[in-house]
């Protein structure tokens, strides 16, 4: 399959390939299963997740790709104080399919060049990013068996079909993760390659989880909107109400009135504690009250 040098198209490419390499020795880690790597797969969608909130960060007129000029003018919310040259190049390390954009999968790609190459700044990232960066690396670097940065067809097979967790088979997903692995189809998947590939798996399974939020979401307005056409509802029959009471009140007679007020004795007093009394001052000084008007009304 060639050097590992002679793969690297980019500086940056050359310098992460390398540092995957010093990762498998330095990192000393235990065997790993491909059913191991799924059991963690919830933990990577809140890494992947946080991700995206980034790029919508930088995706300035939501097209849903990230260009050349949108990067190299936001990259400072990422932490990246890099001169221009740098900034293209890690531009170009994140552009796998060289379309001259970063789409929302490819994005993570600057996370890793961070991760991997700046400690600095890698201690900065979320502790999600972080979390699911390592996860990555960790499962890249148990099944090359060869350690030379690359994962050749019998390695991506032997992990893939290894299990040491019963209960659950891997065959479909086996099948699926390596169609998905090899984009440029040359037998060989590179750590980008299985990261973008782990990446499209996990928000396939888990990205259903933002449409429950959005369906909350949905819910909770309607509920508002409900709340708000009965407190509308209630204000206009309140209005009503009052217009009722000026119309019966300007309709009625002060000497009949004054008679139904005088021998309602103490009937009103107890109509008064369970019907609302709303006082009125009229022009021949006597008081008037909701429970009266109704029945005058009703006459």
Do not use: W
């Not at 946080?50 to 990067?71: A, H």
């Not at 307005?221 to 509308?232: I, M, S, V």
Request: aromatic share 6%.
């Amino acid at each position: 399959m060639g050097s590992c040098q002679s793969r690297a198209t980019n500086p940056i490419d050359a310098a992460l390939l390398q540092a995957l390499i010093q990762a498998k020795k330095d990192r000393h880690l235990k065997g790993l299963t491909f059913n191991e790597l799924l059991l963690k797969f919830p933990k990577m969608a809140a890494g992947f997740r946080k991700v995206r909130k980034y790029f919508d960060m930088l995706d300035l007129n939501g097209d849903r790709v990230i260009d050349m000029r949108e990067f190299t003018s936001q990259a400072h919310k990422l932490g990246l104080d890099m001169s221009l040259q740098d900034l293209t190049n890690v531009f170009d390390a994140a552009d796998i399919d060289h379309s001259t954009k970063i789409d929302v999968f490819e994005f993570v790609l600057v996370f890793v060049v961070v991760h991997l190459l700046s400690p600095e700044r890698a201690a900065a990232l979320p502790p999600e990013i972080r979390t699911t960066l390592e996860i990555v690396e960790d499962a890249f670097c148990c099944f090359d068996a060869s350690a030379d940065g690359y994962l050749e067809k019998e390695e991506v097979q032997t992990a893939l079909c290894t299990t040491n967790t019963p209960g659950r088979t891997t065959k479909a997903l086996s099948d699926k993760l390596f169609a998905q692995l090899d984009f440029d189809g040359s037998g060989g998947i590179s750590f980008k390659e299985f990261l973008i590939g782990l990446e499209k798996m996990v928000m396939e399974e888990f990205d259903d989880e933002d449409g429950e939020e959005d369906e909350e979401a949905a819910a909770a307005r309607r509920d508002e909107e409900a709340r708000l056409l009965a407190a509308t509802r209630m204000k206009r029959q309140q209005q009503q109400a009052r217009q009722q009471q000026q119309q019966s009140r300007s309709s009625s007679g002060s000497g009949g009135h004054g008679q139904k007020h005088s021998s309602s004795g103490g009937g009103h007093a107890r109509a008064s504690q369970q019907e609302s009394f709303v006082p009125d001052i009229t022009n021949q000084g006597t008081v008037t009250c909701h429970c009266c008007q109704l029945r005058l009304r009703k006459q």
